[in-house]
Structures are given as structure tokens and as C-alpha cells.
């Protein structure tokens, strides 16, 4: 996410007036990651900015250089999102024995919100945890809910089939027989599709499996 304007003002301040000499600057700037390509960029940029000014510069001002290097950096993008925290910590964490007072106020500035970005995160971080701990534990108790579903649906498949095994009326028993076996079918997952007819024929039922379509024709038997 980009960096609000007071961030990016200290952070100019801080870089500005930290270091009494270009060299000091241009170092710590590539060892916080950046490039010596931007680097080089940003300088031509302010020699030209400093050739524009009403100023007699001898050279372009370090500001004009980290002025120039946060444009680069400050657009939002990952790459540039990466240097800038870079350069933010680097700044909050170091001693610079040649920063002026303003860029000692800007330093104090950026340690006190990296502390509050840090603390921010780590409550964000744990929020998400959270979160994560209540989802894991919603799934379980979705799992624990199927697994207590599917048992009482074995139970009251075995009470139809008890059921269905003493019924006398062999119509009758038909029918329940057609229904045990949708039902056993949903129980088993097989979508399940209620009895048809193809061209005069009777045709039980039929289930899915693998994305084929079975039929079925089922028959109650009575053994003597």
C-alpha cells in the first residue's frame, strides 16, 4: 500500500539532513537497496533541477537527490514499497552523528510510527490467526455434524431395512424397497434419480458415479 505524505516528509527530512556529505548519502542509499541505475537517475534529475534553481548550487542539493529517489520509490508498486520500509528502518535504527535537529525530529517522527506499524501488524497478524483458529474450527465441527449425520442415517437405514424384511405385502415391500435404495444411494453419495420409464420398460432407478450414469434394476427375492 503507498505511504502517507507525512511518512514520505519525515523520511525526506531524515535523508536530507542526516549525512554532511553526497558520498555518505549515496551509500547508505544503495545499502537500503537502492540501485545504482535510480541512483544515477535521481542525480541527473537534480543536477537539472539545481541548473533550474535561482540558487547557486555548486552541486544539486541532497534533498533534490532524495526528493528525486522518492519518486521513484514512493509509486505504490511492490519493488518500490520494499526499499522505501527499507530505508525507513534503516533511518529509525541507525545513529548519524552529523543530522541536524530537523532531521533528528523527522528520525523520532519515524520511530515512533514504525513502532505503532510494527504494533499494528502484529495485531493484524493476530487477528488473522484467529480467524484462521474459528475457521478450522467451524470445519471441524462440519466434519464432527456430517460424521453424527451419517451415522444416524446408517441407523435409520437399518431400521427401514428391519422394517422392510418383515413387511407381508410384497407390494408393499416393493415400494419400500424402491425407497431404501434411494436412500442408500444418497447416503453413499451416488445422486440418486427416482424410477422411470424407457419405452414400456420399468427401470428402478439409476445413480451417478464418476460422472456416469448407472442404471438400475432391482428385484425383492424371498427365499424359501
Known sequence: MPFEAHTLQYLEDALSECFEYHDALDQFLTRSGVSEEDLEHARKIAEQRKEESPHDYNRAPKRFV?????????SGNKDGEYVISSLINNVSKGKFLNATDSATIAREHLVQQFQNDKKQK???K???EEEAR????TEERKIEERSEQRISEKLELRTQFTTLITE???QKRGYMFEKFLNKLFEHERLSPRSPFRITGEQIDGSFTW???THLVEAKWVKIQ
Open 66 to 74: 532524495v526528493q528525486e529517489i522518492l519518486k521513484i520509490f514512493a
Open 122 to 124: 502484529e495485531e493484524e
Open 126 to 128: 493476530r487477528v488473522k
Open 134 to 137: 474459528l475457521s478450522r474450527r
Open 168 to 170: 407381508d405385502n410384497a
Open 210 to 212: 464418476r460422472n456416469q
